[in-house]
């Protein structure tokens, strides 16, 4: 059979409107309430907004907020650039041909990793296809409303049928590097990792997990997955524990892979401050980016651990006050990709549904302080936390000052860094001793002149002693 087949089989399940029924259709009778005024209309809007559920553990696919919507490059940053996935984007004529490489992968994984007990690829295909027609109220809402009016339940069934497989069979690919074998250009490949990452290009990974469940080789396509995601991420991970909640879709697992365990629940203070003021607040921050705090003492320190973008922390050397203090930082790698990923983790900490502690809004923010001009990429560079892809330091610079714009991070997130930082930066006598270090200190040939003199100063200090007491014969 002949990948040719599937697309006749799209065409053949093509999306289809619904129907929506006419204002005022039927006749007026006996029994039927009267029209509500204006005011009760008002009036029962505000009741159904108060009975509305507040945010959830787990939010709907649905659009970047409205909040970015307006953003300068939001068609660079949020929408696919090659391939759509999901319903909100389907059917865009731009992306004919990423739906080419979408069925032919599709084919290829049914192909592989369909049941083949004694059936034809047809059988496979009704068989997978079935599965996810029973689940179809599932997964349909797994998105919000609005996004999925469009679809009835066969269009929407066979959307995500193709996109689910097509999405895995690219992941198996990717881990096992087999896109010679299908003849898929590296930079179509490189386009479409981006885009399986965009908030508007998701689909729910409850789908995955059944299409892998009824493949027969569900293990082998789980540990594709976390390989693909440790490769995004340039960063080892953990596989999923037991008893961990699974993720909402890959951009979800993207993020807490990327975050790492969440902190332990800190017991809220007791006062009521408003978060918007810093009033008596002890963690204002003075310093502006990495020059003053090396200015300062203060030295940068890739983290050897883990790389948890959670783990940063300051410590001083032998633990001792008076010695050099250290901000150990995970670390990053900064290329074109960059950018839209963690704009739309961005994007998905905003949803107004999503639970969450801002953890990716935070990290964006906090190296957003520490980052204002290329001298500050530089050192990250040098102290081996920042691997610059991208181009010049001056254009990192300019990433992270563009999308830490307009962030909200969480109040307690680092807490306990920015507070140790600031004492150590308001110190003056570390400040001082800094300063004279860096004067006196900062090269070979300082060191060299400051010990000849202090030979010389013991010279004649000795010939000094010599002088006034000379030894007796």
């Excluded at 039927?32 to 709907?60: D, F, S, Y």
């Excluded at 599932?138 to 066969?154: M, P, W």
């Excluded at 949803?351 to 953890?359: I, T, W």
Aim: with cysteine.
């Amino acid at each position: 059979m002949e990948p040719q087949h599937i697309v006749s089989i799209e065409e053949h399940h093509s999306r289809k409107v619904v129907g929506s029924i006419e204002a005022g259709e039927g006749s007026s009778g006996a029994g039927q309430h009267p029209p509500a005024t204006a005011m009760e209309e008002k009036i029962e809007m505000l009741k159904r907004a108060g009975t509305q559920p507040g945010a959830v553990e787990g939010a709907k696919i649905q659009k970047v907020i409205f909040l970015l919507r307006d953003h300068k490059s939001f068609v660079k940053y949020f929408e696919p650039r090659v391939v759509s996935l999901g319903p909100m984007h389907h059917g865009n004529p731009k992306y004919h041909l990423g739906e080419m490489y979408k069925h032919k992968l599709a084919y290829e994984f049914v192909k592989q990793f369909g049941c083949n007990d004694g059936n034809t690829l047809d059988d496979d295909i009704n068989y997978l296809h079935g599965k996810i027609k029973k689940e179809i109220k599932q997964l349909r809402g797994c998105f919000e409303e609005e996004v999925t009016k469009n679809y009835d339940d066969e269009a929407l069934a066979w959307m995500l049928f193709v996109d689910g497989c097509a999405i895995l069979q690219y992941i198996f690919c990717a881990a096992k590097n087999k896109f010679e074998e299908l003849n898929i250009k590296n930079d179509s490949v490189a386009f479409a990792q981006q885009d399986l990452f965009l908030l508007e290009n998701q689909v729910p990974y409850r789908l995955l997990k059944l299409l892998m469940r009824y493949s027969g080789k569900e293990e082998q396509l789980r540990n594709s997955i976390e390989s693909f995601i440790q490769n995004v991420n340039y960063q080892q991970t953990e596989q999923q524990k037991q008893g961990e909640r699974d993720p909402i879709h890959l951009l979800d697992l993207l993020r807490t892979r990327l975050l790492g365990p969440p902190p332990c629940p800190k017991a809220k203070p007791s006062s009521s401050r408003c978060p918007f003021t810093h009033q008596e607040d002890q963690d204002w921050q003075t310093y502006r980016n990495v020059q003053e705090l090396k200015a300062a003492g203060i030295h940068l320190k890739r983290n050897k651990n883990n790389s948890y973008l959670r783990n940063i922390s300051f410590t001083r050397r032998f633990g001792f006050d008076f010695y050099s203090g250290y901000l150990c930082l995970p670390p990053i790698t900064v290329d074109d990709s960059t950018a839209p990923k963690f704009m739309n983790l961005i994007a998905y900490e905003m949803c107004l549904d999503f639970e969450n502690d801002f953890g990716v809004s935070s990290y964006i923010s906090f190296l957003d302080s520490l980052i204002d001009e290329a001298n500050d990429v530089k050192y990250l560079r040098k102290a081996r936390v920042l691997h610059n892809f991208l181009g010049s330091d001056q254009e990192v610079a300019e990433l992270f000052n563009a999308i830490g714009t307009d962030l909200v991070p969480n109040a307690e997130a680092y807490k306990d860094v920015k507070i140790q930082i600031q004492a150590y930066y308001e110190s003056k006598w570390l400040t001082w001793m800094a300063q004279f270090r860096q004067d006196h200190f900062s090269n070979p040939w300082t060191i060299i002149a400051f010990l000849g003199v202090l030979l010389v100063l013991a010279l004649t200090s000795v010939q000094a002693w010599f002088a006034v007491f000379p030894a007796k014969k």
